[in-house]
């Protein structure tokens, strides 16, 4: 655009300086032919005046004593100025006629004027005054004639430039109108495309800005527009579309920060400087018990926020000077319900007033927790020393298992003794399940696997546990039931604690209905299991049931609805099923009962590798055996089990003379043909680092790992750390025997 109206007024300007520039032109050649015309009148002037005085001369030449000397000087000084005159006459007197006549006139008034000199010289003689008189006559008279000639031809050179002049001047005029008429109508032209080029943009922005300034955001011009207006117009619609974008932008934060306020389920309050409410969501209505419209009536005091006894105002006035304030209290609510809150205040000015902005979270569950969760510290610290007591307590059930079977197996089955160590044995027995809960309770127990027939062990443990109860239980074993591996205290600990739950549901009495069943799990199956072979079992009580409001937490820690129990049981259940990789539900019906179904993975196979019956008692074998253990007692007991199986056994209390005495037995080339050693030995190096040095002596070495905590990682995956049999303790003969025939043989 800039251009144009640049090159709009140079075409201006460049016309009205060709109309100036013509027009002065004409003008100046006007003013040449005025000079000329005005020359023209004194040649004409000086030849009148040389007529005159020829004419004079003349008369005076037939007038006796006529003194014409004077007109005969003027004559000549006429001639000369008529000369110089025709001469700036220009082209007038410049043609060669004209100069001839010029000549002519000059010669004729020499000749004249000397014809007269000699007129006058020549008194004395009559016929020759006579003579040059009329030679002089007639010289004058061809003057006169020749300059009434000339003055024809000036008269018509004076009508021709005459014409010259006013024909030029008339031109001068046409050309000025025309210059003056054509620059006003271009520059109207101009002035009207420019105030359109103008004026419409212009009035296309005026008009957008309006329909903006209404809330048309985003409006886009459907106006061209040239050069700098295009650029104008393009980037008013870009700078729309980006308020509109911006507009959308802001408008979707507050969108989502409304959305995130009125859902959130924190109460959220605005008040103004006296503490009114002034703003607030729907939470603050369900925190507090009021209505909406109550709250809006009320301010932050009269909610009996302050049940604590802290002061509204000066609370404010703390918040102001602080900025922000984070402190906890306890709220009364409208149903006069005491519950513990978090209350939030911010100080911020808003339309240069007070304002407070407070969000109120409930934290009584969460003050529930950590009382809980303080609970579950202090029962942890109650666990390892569980732990501790169950170790000790495993340490001394393996000598009492181990004395029992060597007394049994030295007298007659029929005696009234051996009935009575038979007791002891089911009674040690029960301890060692005692002492698994006790492991479990304390760490959860790594479970160390084996390969279980899960029919049998379902009825040794419901039996046990509804034992001395008004609680019958019917089984739907199968023969056909896949094996599991599992670590088999653990699952029976399973069992007896859903059979418990299942005795504590019917305190009248009634009946459990037991089932197992092989089941293969694809990805179809709506279960959080790998695809495989599971067996399936399931616990059916007739019980009171269980809410639907409490189904949910019936597996989380020390939850419990009854008035005894410690909520362990379940939540043991529970984290048993999943360190087998399995998977435990429950479904329930208030009045009608409750169903357990546990899922463990199987093997596929319906029973356990046949056995020559000559090893289901303790085999015996021979060859030297280490044992390493910091209990005298439990070294005793091992070397007389290991005795009463024929091997000979030796006996260490740390790692450190177990390695020096494998040593000395291989440089002695009387190797041991296996070594028992204890995991954990206070103050000592343990089984776990003698491993270690013994297979960098004796990468063959047959090394059995024995601990009282069965929830070490070794106890479960003892042959990733060099170990090539596991004994549990409590362990009796029977254990020891089938572990040392496994890996020797």
Known sequence: MKKKILLLFTILFLLFLGGVCITLYMVFQTMANLDSLITLHKVEIIRQDLVINVQTVQSNLYTSGSMFGKELDVI?????????????????????????????????????????????????????????????????????????????????????????????????????????????????????????????????????????????????????????????????????????????????????????????????????????????????????????????????????????????????????????????????????????????????????????????????????????????????????????????????????????????????????????????????????????????FSRGGAPVKQPVAVARLIEESTRFTLSGSNVKCVYILPENLWLIEADKGQISQVIQNITLNAVQAMPEGGTITVGAENVVVTDDDPLPLKKGKYLRMTFVDEGIGIPAKYITRIFDPYYTTKQSGNGLGLAICHSITNKHNGHLVVESEPGIGSTFTIYLPAQGIASLPDENPAELSAATGSGRVLVMDDEEYIREVASEMLAGLGYEPDLTTNGRETIDLYKRAMEGRRPYQAVIMDLTIPGGMGGKEAIRELLRIDPDVKAIVSSGYSYDPIMAEHKKYGFSGVVTKPYDVDQLSKVLRDILK
């Open 76 to 440: 000549v000084d006429n001639v000369i100025k008529l000369s110089k005159a025709a001469k700036r006459c220009g082209s007038c007197h410049h043609e060669p006629p004209v100069e001839e006549d010029i000549e002519k006139l000059i010669a004729m008034s020499d000749q004249y004027r000397e014809a007269l000199s000699y007129f006058i010289t020549s008194t004395a003689d009559p016929g020759r005054i006579e003579r040059l008189q009329s030679f002089a006559a007639d010289i004058g008279d061809a003057i006169i004639e020749l300059s009434q000639e000339m003055a024809l031809t000036a008269n018509d050179n004076l009508r021709r430039k005459t014409e010259d002049a006013s024909l030029r001047v008339n031109k001068s005029k046409n050309i000025l109108a025309f210059t003056i008429i054509a620059s006003f109508f271009l520059s109207l032209a101009t002035a009207v495309y420019l105030i359109k080029s103008i004026t419409r943009p212009v009035s296309e922005l005026i008009q957008a800005t309006r329909r903006i300034k209404t809330g048309e955001l985003g409006y886009v011009s459907t106006y061209e527009g040239q050069d700098e207006f295009r650029e104008l117009i393009n980037s008013f619609n870009d700078m729309s579309a980006t308020l509109k974008a911006s507009n959308e932008e802001l408008l979707g934060f507050m969108a989502r920060n409304q959305t995130i306020l009125q859902t959130s389920i924190d109460g959220f309050a605005l008040l103004d400087k006296e503490g009114a409410i002034i703003d607030m969501n729907p939470s603050l209505s369900e925190i507090t018990g009021y209505s909406e419209d109550e709250l809006f009536t009320m301010s932050l005091s009269d909610i009996e926020v302050f049940a604590s006894g802290i002061d509204s105002d000066s609370l404010l006035e703390n918040i102001k000077k602080s900025g922000s304030l984070v402190f906890e209290t306890n709220l009364c609510r409208k149903d006069g319900a005491l519950i513990t809150v978090e209350i939030s205040g911010t100080f911020t000015l808003m339309e240069e007033s007070d304002n407070y902005f407070c969000f109120i979270r409930n934290i009584t569950d969460r003050k529930k927790m950590e009382a809980e969760f303080q609970k579950i510290q202090k029962l942890e610290s109650l666990g390892v020393l569980a732990g501790g007591i169950a170790h000790d307590f495993n340490n001394l059930l393996t000598a009492m298992l181990g004395n029992i079977d060597m007394a049994m197996k030295k007298i007659d089955p029929n005696e009234t003794a051996y009935r009575n160590l038979e007791n002891a044995r089911k009674a040690s027995d029960r301890a060692q399940n005692l002492t698994q809960q006790l492991l479990t």
